[in-house]
């Protein structure tokens, strides 16, 4: 069950940063999202939304590699011992 949820609290991350990606893409074409009113802006938001899905993402992967002890000894917490 746990991992079941984890996989749905990873989907909207995931789904995110597509959209971003893509409204990135259609920003470069010239192509305008109707929602939104500049090129410019659509590019900007694709951007964020890229990178806070990708980083959200990544650091749930570190997280978890964390748990099990699989990363290189700079990324432990010292605290932690």
């Not at 597509?18 to 900007?44: H, N, T």
Request: hydrophobic share 60%; no cysteine.
């Amino acid at each position: 069950m746990q991992k079941i949820i984890a996989l749905l609290i990873l989907v909207i991350p995931i789904y995110l940063a597509g959209l971003g990606i893509k409204w990135m893409r259609d920003a470069v074409f010239g192509v305008l999202v109707p929602e939104l009113q500049f090129i410019w802006l659509q590019f900007v938001i694709g951007l964020i939304l890229a990178v806070a899905g990708i980083a959200f993402v990544g650091g749930y992967i570190l997280h978890m590699e964390k748990r099990t002890e699989r990363v290189q000894k700079k990324f432990i917490d010292k605290s932690r011992k």
